[in-house]
């Protein structure tokens, strides 16, 4: 199984402030035509989780423009240019390169 | 809009079974991939079974593999889990996951999750 490793596991972050998660993989997440299957997911208080971050880099539906992702192969990163007091949960990243799917443990943002 | 609704969850004993439901509405609920992925209580997220739009596909996790069956029926709109032989450690909130359909293999969108307690 692939295994994802998440760092650090708690983010507390000023707002107004930027921050930065970091996600590895014990193996590569990129494939043949170049694409990284590596999504990110924000899981906010009492909530469901939901896709923040497709194919590493690219923002889903309706996510704000202060979010970003980066990387390929086995390091990625997400970051938020801003934090908002929004923004506190738990940031997951999640492989689905090869079966079974797995997820990193979780960084948990707070707001300081 | 989409929505996905899990129904079924509940206090069981270790050895008992359960069957979790997931209504699908507001999309093509037959042009989607389907998973369930759950959350030990403050745990993270853990994938546990697949199934393909014709159901011809189905792969599960090995912690629940030989005890738990996902299956669907695309003219009811649902998605369902079977769940035998349970465990403590099955303890957990579960959630459907809907698959993309532009080939990012990403969840995009969840139910509100269906709570398992399983103690005698």
């Known amino acids: 199984d692939i295994v994802m490793t998440q760092s650090p596991l708690s983010l507390p972050v000023t707002p107004g402030e930027p921050a930065s998660i970091s996600c590895r993989s014990s193996?590569?997440?990129?494939?043949?035509?170049?694409?990284?299957?590596l999504h990110w997911y924000v899981q906010k208080p009492g909530q469901s989780p939901q896709l923040l971050i497709y194919?590493?880099?690219n923002r889903a539906s309706g996510v704000p423009d202060r979010f970003s992702g980066s990387g390929s192969g086995t390091d990625f990163t997400l970051k938020i240019s801003r934090v908002e007091a929004e923004d506190v949960g738990i940031y997951y990243c999640?492989?689905?390169?090869?079966?079974?799917?797995?997820f990193g443990q979780g960084t948990k943002v707070e707001i300081k | 809009e989409v929505h996905l609704v899990e129904s079924g969850g509940g206090l069981v004993q270790p050895g008992g079974s359960l069957r979790l439901s997931c209504a699908a509405s507001?999309?093509?609920?037959?042009?989607?991939?389907m998973n369930w992925v759950r959350q030990a209580p403050g745990k993270g997220l853990e994938w546990i079974a697949y199934?393909?739009?014709?159901?011809?596909?189905?792969n599960y996790a090995d912690s629940v593999k030989g005890r738990f069956t996902i299956s669907r029926d695309n003219a009811k709109n649902s998605l369902y889990l079977q769940m035998d032989s349970l465990r403590g450690e099955d303890t957990a909130i579960y959630y459907c996951?809907?698959?993309?359909?532009?080939?990012?293999?990403?969840?995009?969108?969840w139910g509100q999750g269906a709570l398992v307690t399983v103690s005698s």
């Open positions: 996951a809907r698959e993309d359909t532009s080939g990012w293999y990403a969840f995009d969108s």
């Open positions: 507001g999309f093509t609920f037959s042009s989607h991939h």
């Open positions: 199934i393909s739009i014709s159901t011809n596909v189905k």
């Open positions: 193996q590569s997440l990129q494939h043949g035509h170049g694409y990284n299957y």
């Open positions: 194919l590493g880099s």
């Open positions: 999640m492989q689905y390169s090869q079966t079974p799917t797995t």
